[in-house]
């Protein structure tokens, strides 16, 4: 059985989709509902390394305290960073999935494709109407 763990809020569309094309592929992951259960930093941090992209890219703004924490100060160090989200567990974009072939920020949702070890198992269509996967559990278009 593939072990996939999903760093969700229910809230939020893109990662309700994400799960979504996780469970179209046969897979029923760990879900962790991160502002519940907000990772340690430790764990953060090594997600953040493992995904390969700066600690600021991880960063959330919209719907948060961003502005306000003042977090756009470019000579903010990645500690700081992390305090903040830690601090504001809001703070940490969403979703981020770990399986045996990577971890990605999955936004927008269809990056977990390139991640799935296992196929789609049939067409997914977004909340939004956008068709990503067609009937044959092919992937339509390429996300940018």
Known sequence: ??????????????????????????VEPTVVEYLKTPPSRELLADLIRRMGVPVRAVLREKGTPYAELGLDDPS?????????????????????????????LCRPSEVVLDILPDPQRGGFTKEDGERVVDEAGNRIGKAS
Do not use: F, K, W
Request: aromatic share 2%.
């Open 76 to 104: 903010l160090t990645d500690d700081q960073l992390l305090d903040a989200m830690m601090a504001h567990p809001i703070l940490i974009n969403r979703p981020i999935v770990v399986t045996p072939l990577g971890v990605r």
């Open 1 to 26: 059985m593939t072990e996939i763990t999903i760093y969700h809020n229910p809230a939020c569309g893109t990662s309700r989709n994400t799960l979504a094309l996780i469970r179209n592929s046969g």
